[in-house]
């Protein structure tokens, strides 16, 4: 594997980050998670996008153009043959003192690490997920908020954790006013009536790639979207749940704390969303080798 760091390509076992770094030492930096599927790097350019926009909340300058950093993940992915797999990207404060003061950080870290991913079994996409609601609160907006991608995922660990010893794979995580924010690593939705509902960005939802995606796809469908506060309530009684992230893509969820969603099964606009993402990640994205 050959690793990007700051405009070189280095093998695995050379690719290394000061133990200075503020990455490290404070989770200082900001992270995008990106696919490559059939020779071509999946919604690229929103990915650049978002990563901008978290730099920016974080009073970091990234060292490179929007253009540079996309011509960049493009050419990791070309010199590690990667056609299908998982692309990430890290930009740390760089090294500095210790002390948190981040204008003792002179060089930003820019990372490029591409592999592959599968954070769920197969059959888990088949059968559906059950998953929990836990007691870690979804960072407050004012504290950090939830549309930052940032290197400090605690938050999200912590709830992970949380389900991971109850037994379960995922977490449902509220805000600190009762309504549901979004899982751990994945965006949620349900459907109830024909009609879809998610968390909006105001209530701790990140501004998924993939949510945008299914939004828009099963809008195609005929089925609109909105982003009311949502209860747990909400969630026990939808016909139908899904969660939507770059590594997990679409999954279904069949059970929430217990409580059967519709008939305990995959539903039916759910299933319907999978095929379209599947077909969409067949045809969409920028290609890794230019000559097809
Ligand atoms: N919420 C959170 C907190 C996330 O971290 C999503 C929603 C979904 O966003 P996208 O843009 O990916 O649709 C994420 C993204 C992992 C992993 O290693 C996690 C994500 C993406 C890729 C890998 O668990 N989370």
Same mark, same amino acid.
């Given at each position: ?5 700051n405009g070189?390509?280095y093998?695995?076992k050379?690719s ?10 404070y989770?200082d930096?900001?992270f995008?998670?990106?696919?490559a599927?059939?020779?071509r790097?999946f919604?690229l $350019?929103e ?14 300058n990234?060292?490179m ?7 960049a ?16 990207l890290?930009v740390?404060?760089?090294?500095g003192?210790?002390?948190?003061n981040?204008?003792r950080?002179s060089?930003p870290?820019?990372i490029?690490i591409a592999?592959t991913?599968?954070?769920y079994p197969?059959s888990l996409?088949?059968?559906g997920?059950e998953?929990?609601?836990?007691a870690?609160t979804?960072?407050h907006h ?5 549309a930052?991608?940032?290197l400090?995922?605690?938050?999200n660990?912590?709830?992970k954790?949380?389900a991971?010893?109850a037994?379960? #794979?995922?977490?449902?995580?509220l805000n600190?006013?009762g ?6 690593g994945?965006?949620?939705f349900?459907?109830k009536?024909?009609q879809m509902?998610?968390?909006?960005l105001s209530?701790?939802a990140?501004?998924?790639?993939t949510r945008?995606t299914?939004?828009?796809l099963?809008g195609e ?10 209860t747990?309530?909400d ?7 899904f969660l ?10 069949? $059970?929430?704390? #217990?409580r059967?969603?519709?008939?305990g099964k995959?539903?039916?606009?759910? $299933?319907k969303l999978v ?8 045809v ?5 080798? $230019?000559?097809?």
């Open positions: 594997m050959k690793v990007y760091i070189k390509f093998s695995e050379n290394k980050i000061s133990v200075f770094d503020h990455g490290l030492l989770g930096g900001v995008e998670g990106i696919r599927y059939h020779g790097v919604k $350019k990915h650049i996008d978002r990563l901008f926009y978290s730099a920016k909340a974080i009073l970091l990234i060292p153009s929007k253009q540079q950093l996309m011509d993940t493009v050419e990791t992915c070309r010199k590690n043959n990667l056609n299908d797999g998982y692309v990430r890290v740390t404060r760089g090294a003192t210790l002390g948190l981040p204008n950080c060089n870290q820019v490029i592999d991913i599968q954070l197969a996409y088949k059968k997920m998953i929990v609601t836990v870690t979804r960072n004012n504290a950090v908020n939830p930052i991608k940032s400090n995922y605690l938050n660990i912590l709830a954790i949380e991971n010893t037994g379960y #794979e995922e977490a449902i995580m600190s006013e309504y549901v924010a979004e899982c751990t994945d965006n949620l349900i459907i009536d024909n509902f998610t968390p909006s209530s701790g990140l501004h998924g790639i945008q299914s939004i828009d099963v469908l005929g089925v609109p979207t909105s982003e009311p506060n949502l747990r309530y969630l026990y009684n939808a016909d139908e749940c939507t992230g770059t590594g997990a893509e679409i999954v279904p969820v069949v $059970k929430i704390d #217990e059967k969603i519709g008939n995959p539903g039916k606009i759910t $299933k095929k379209a993402y599947q077909e969409l990640t067949k969409s994205g920028e290609p890794i080798n $230019k000559i097809k």
